[in-house]
Antibody, heavy 126, light 107 residues
Framework: EVQLVESGGGLVQPGGSLRLSCAAS????????MTWVRQAPGKGLEWVAN????????YYVDSVKGRFTISRDNAKNSLYLQMNSLSAEDTAAYYC????????????????????WGKGTTVTVS | DIQMTQSPSSLSASVGDRVTITCRAS??????LNWYQQLPGKAPKLLIY???SLQSGVPSRFSGSGSGTDYTLTISGLQPEDFASYYC?????????FGQGTRVEVK
């Protein structure tokens, strides 16, 4: 069964740090880009960061640049999100997701979407 | 960054209704547009990718269309399990953005 399981969430004080993990199983992890998405209580979805299969490309939403770092360990089938300098605005459920790639008509371009999601882990900054 | 604007923010509908949700991008996104469904307390689920391609396992009552800046998600024959929130997402640039969501409620 294809599965993603997040862990590492919890209560942290403003200015503190937290490291989230996402354990993948049931698929060839190193074949897929991966991503983190968050959702503040009662709010919509916000994309946080992406990482390429070999970790050579990483992208972040502006609000976390310089504070969060996405990484992966393909030998351990695991995705990580190191979060530093946390503030109340970072309080959210954090989801990891697998990125599906479908070739587009333009060469070297792909349609990306998030086809497998974990159940999420909650981060509270207070 | 590309802004995604969904409308309406919420709607009330009955089982069997045809429901349409629209998503407008602040610039052309060339069909790099996905739709997700989120039930309360659950993780999102991919419905439609590349504007109109149905994700495997998703019922055919869901369909997507559009091009350029304007996209539509249609549910043809709303079912009880479809009362949920729906989000569009663009992946045209490396910085992805979601719409603010549309809540589909029971009338």
């Amino acid at each position: 069964e294809v599965q993603l399981v997040e862990s590492g969430g919890g209560l942290v004080q403003p200015g503190g740090s937290l490291r989230l993990s996402c354990a993948a199983s049931g698929f060839k992890f190193n074949n897929y880009r991966m991503t983190w998405v968050r959702q503040a209580p009662g709010k919509g979805l916000e994309w946080v960061a992406n990482i390429k299969q070999d970790g050579s490309e990483k992208y972040y939403v502006d609000s976390v640049k310089g504070r969060f770092t996405i990484s992966r360990d393909n030998a351990k089938n695991s995705l990580y999100l190191q979060m530093n300098s946390l503030s109340a605005e970072d309080t959210a459920a954090y989801y990891c997701a697998r990125i599906k790639e479908v070739p587009a008509s333009e060469i070297y371009y792909y349609f990306y979407s998030m086809d497998v999601w974990g159940k999420g882990t909650t981060v509270t900054v207070s | 960054d590309i802004q995604m604007t969904q409308s309406p923010s919420s709607l009330s509908a009955s089982v069997g209704d045809r429901v349409t949700i629209t998503c407008r991008a602040s610039q052309s996104i060339n069909r790099y547009l996905n739709w997700y469904q989120q039930l309360p307390g659950k993780a999102p689920k991919l419905l439609i990718y590349a504007a109109s391609s149905l994700q495997s396992g998703v019922p055919s009552r869901f369909s997507g269309s559009g091009s350029g800046t304007d996209y539509t998600l249609t549910i043809s024959g709303l079912q009880p399990e479809d009362f949920a929130s729906y989000y569009c997402q663009q992946t045209f640039t490396n910085l992805w953005t979601f719409g603010q969501g549309t809540r589909v409620e029971v009338k």
